[in-house]
C-alpha cells in the first residue's frame, strides 16, 4: 500500500475519532451544572421565595424558584445561562423584582434538583410546561420571557410558540451550532452537535416585541450574532448595546440596568412620522456629499 494511502487512512482514523468524541462529549464540554442535594434550603437576602416542583410525562422533575414582588405588575420567566444552578443565578432577580415583577428561574435537567436526561427537545418541552403552569395564574399580556446566552435560544422557541408581553434577550447566539463552528470550524457540526439551537429560525415566529441586550466586547458570543439576529423581525427588534461589556459582567454596567428599566417599565408608543424624512432619499452623487 502506497505511503500516502496509509497517511490519508490514517488521517481518516483520526478525523472519525475526533468526530466520535465530540459526538460523546459534547454534553459535558457544552454545560457545567451544578448539582444540588434534594434538601438543599434556597436562601436570598431581603427576597421572598418560594420553591415549586413541576413533574414531566417522562418522569423528570423540575425544580423552581418563584422570587416575589410587593405588588407583581406580571412576570419575568427568566431562562438562564449553562452553567451553575438557580442557587447562583437567583442573585439576578432583584433586577425585576425591584420594578414590580415576579420572577420565575428554572434549573435544566440535571441541574441543581431537576433530574432528567437532558436533550433540546425534552428542555423545550420542558420550559412549555412551565410556561403553561405560569399562564393558568397570569395573563400572558403581563409574561416577560428573558433568555440569558443559553436560555436566548430556549426563550426565542418559547416567545415563537405562546404570546407573552415580550421577549428580551441578553447576549444571544444566532445558532450553537454558529457558536461551535467558531471553534471547530472543519467539522461536520451538522451531523454532530445535539444542541443546535437555531435562534434565528425561532425569531421569525415571534410576533412579541424583542429586545436584544449585547456587550461589545463578548468573546464568547460576538456582538455581532445579536447584530445578524436583530435584522430578522427588525420593524419589532430593538438591540441595546453595552459599550465595554463582556459576556459574564453585563450586570456591571449602569447603561445596561439604565436599558432593562427601559424595556420593563416603558410601554409601546407609536411614533407620529407625519412630516418626517423618513421618505426622503439622499443623492448618491458625490457632488451633493
Same mark, same amino acid.
Given at each position: 500500500m502506497p505511503v500516502w494511502v496509509q497517511i490519508l487512512l490514517f488521517l481518516g482514523l483520526v478525523y472519525l475519532l475526533i468526530s466520535i468524541l465530540i459526538f460523546i462529549l459534547q454534553d459535558y464540554l457544552m454545560f457545567k451544572p451544578e448539582k444540588l442535594p434534594a434538601d438543599f434550603q434556597f436562601y436570598y437576602e431581603n427576597q421572598e421565595t418560594e420553591e415549586y416542583n413541576v413533574e414531566t410525562r417522562d418522569g423528570a422533575v423540575? &425544580? @423552581?424558584?418563584?422570587?416575589k414582588a410587593r405588588e407583581p405588575k406580571g412576570v419575568v420567566f427568566y431562562l438562564k445561562g449553562n452553567s451553575k444552578s438557580i442557587k447562583g443565578w437567583g442573585k439576578f432577580a432583584v433586577?425585576?423584582?425591584r420594578h414590580g415583577y415576579d420572577v420565575l428561574m428554572v434549573d435544566y435537567r440535571g441541574f441543581g434538583k431537576s433530574t432528567g436526561r437532558r436533550t433540546q427537545k425534552a428542555?423545550?418541552?420542558d420550559m412549555?410546561?412551565?410556561y403553561d403552569k405560569i399562564r393558568e395564574k397570569v395573563d400572558e399580556k403581563y409574561i416577560i420571557?428573558?433568555?440569558r446566552?443559553? @436560555?436566548s435560544g430556549f426563550a426565542a422557541k418559547l416567545a415563537s410558540m405562546n404570546n407573552p408581553r415580550m421577549l428580551i434577550l441578553d447576549a444571544p447566539y444566532y445558532s450553537l451550532r454558529h457558536v461551535a463552528k467558531k471553534y471547530i470550524p472543519f467539522m461536520p457540526l451538522s451531523l454532530l452537535i445535539k444542541f443546535p439551537m437555531p435562534t434565528y429560525k425561532w425569531l421569525k415566529y415571534v410576533q412579541c416585541p424583542i429586545h436584544i441586550i449585547h456587550g461589545t466586547d463578548d468573546h464568547l458570543i460576538p456582538y455581532k450574532s445579536s447584530l445578524k439576529l436583530s435584522k430578522i423581525k427588525p420593524k419589532q427588534t430593538t438591540l441595546y448595546t453595552v459599550i465595554g461589556g463582556g459576556h459574564k459582567n453585563l450586570n456591571t454596567f449602569e447603561s445596561y440596568h439604565k436599558m432593562l428599566e427601559d424595556i420593563i417599565t416603558s410601554k409601546p408608543v407609536r411614533i &407620529?412620522?407625519?412630516g418626517s424624512s423618513i421618505h426622503v432619499h439622499q443623492n448618491n452623487s458625490k457632488r451633493h456629499a
Open positions: 423540575i &425544580n @423552581g424558584l418563584r422570587f433586577d425585576f423584582t428542555i423545550k418541552r412549555q410546561i412551565v420571557l428573558y433568555g446566552s443559553l @436560555g &407620529n412620522l407625519e
